[in-house]
Structure formats: C-alpha cells, structure tokens
C-alpha cells in the first residue's frame, strides 16, 4: 500500500545550524510532494513543494530535494531557528489531491 | 494565516453519539479535503469535496460523511462514535485547476470520545 515514513523521528540541532529532515516514500506515481510544519495545537503549515519533473526547489531558507531513483525527499532549512521549533511532514500526491503523510520528524531547536 | 476555519475547537462526546464539524474555506476555493490525525500520527486522508460533490475517499467507512456547500463551505458528519475516532481533524481547502494544487489546513477539531 501506500507508505511515508520518516528516517528520524527526533532531529535536535543548536540555533544557527542547518537542519536536514529526511523522508521515503513508497509509491512511484506519486508526482506531487509537499513539506508541512506543524506546531503544537494547530494544523500543518505549508512550507514548500516540488513536482516529480524537477530534483531541487529552493524557499526562503528552505531548501527540498527529491530523488526519484530512490524515493528519497529532504527538507534542508538553513540557519535553524527557534521558532522552527515543530513537527515536519512529508505528503505526496498522486495528482488529484489526496495526500498521503508521513507520521512526521520532531526538530527541536536549542537556543 | 491561511484563511481557513473550523468550529468548534474541542468537543468531547460519548460513544455511539453523533458529530458534525464544520469547516470555512479560504475564499474562492473550490475543493474541500477532510484528514483525521491520530495523536503523534500524519493525518490521514478522509475524503474530498469539489463542487459539492464526493471527489475521493480514503480507507473509512460509511458512517464518516460529508458535505460541501455553494459558498464552499463543508461539514464532517460522524456517526455511531468509536472511541478510536478521538483524534484531531483538519479540513484543508484548495483550488483546484485541475493539477496539484497547494492545500491549506485550518486549525482542528479535537474530538474526544468517551
């Protein structure tokens, strides 16, 4: 079936430090993928996507890659922050709007 | 902000008792997506509204439903509560053109089943 998962469920890193958030995914048609932040008692925050045509999209401080060969996607977030304190989601899609997520990675982010 | 709304905030009901949230989507979108998370889980994909009519459904049963209305706002009916139907859940609305579009999450509904 269809499958998301995440490499570490815990990131920890010192403010200033670039973080780097991993996530697998199973499904080979999916064409869509999206990074999300969650923060406690409120619902995912968009950060960035990328569409299975392209390897690299930058953001502000946010970087995602994609490898297809191996159904890898990353998250880098430069400069870390406290405030990027949260839980982060991978989702993919496979076109028409049903996402599936991952159970998502803690980055916890020291002063 | 994204410009999506859900109400109430918290609810607690008992089991066998039924449920209905509501969601208020970002203005001029025109697909409505519901998810349930689970405490310390993704969300799971529950179904999807686009112009008012069922547009996808994932592994729930028949007595997760809903509805979509013209002015794009939508509701979650739950019935016959389980007590592993407490979870957290999110409506995400969209305008969809047709690729893959950007979907933006309202806060929750917490939902507590006794």
């Known amino acids: 079936g269809e499958s998301v998962g995440l490499h570490l469920p815990t990131l920890s890193v010192q403010e200033g430090d670039n973080s780097i958030i991993n996530c697998a995914y199973s499904n080979s048609a999916s064409d869509y993928f999206i990074w999300y932040k969650q923060e406690s008692g409120k619902g995912p925050q968009f950060i960035i996507d990328?569409?299975?045509?392209?390897d690299k999209r930058q953001g502000q401080r946010v970087t995602v890659l994609l490898n297809k060969t191996v159904k890898h996607l990353s998250l880098q977030i430069a400069a870390t922050q406290p405030g990027d304190s949260a839980v982060y989601f991978c989702a993919e899609g496979t076109g028409f709007q049903k996402l599936v997520f991952g159970t998502g990675t803690r980055l916890l982010v020291s002063p | 902000e994204t410009g999506v709304t859900q109400s109430p905030t918290h609810l607690i009901k008992t089991r066998g008792q039924q449920v209905t949230l509501r969601c208020s989507s970002q203005?001029?979108?025109?697909?409505v997506s519901w998810y349930q998370q689970a405490l310390g889980q993704g969300p799971q994909f529950i179904f999807q509204?686009?112009?008012?009519?069922?547009?996808g459904r994932g592994n729930f049963p028949p007595r997760f439903s809903g509805l979509q209305f013209p002015n794009y706002s939508s509701e979650l009916n739950v019935n016959a509560l389980e007590l592993d139907d407490s979870a957290l859940y999110l409506c995400?609305?969209?305008?969809?053109?047709?690729?893959?579009?950007?979907?933006?999450f309202g806060p929750g509904t917490r939902l507590t089943v006794l």
């Open positions: 990328i569409r299975s045509n392209m």
């Open positions: 509204y686009y112009r008012e009519e069922e547009n």
């Open positions: 203005s001029g979108h025109n697909t």
């Open positions: 995400a609305s969209s305008l969809w053109t047709g690729g893959e579009d950007t979907q933006y």
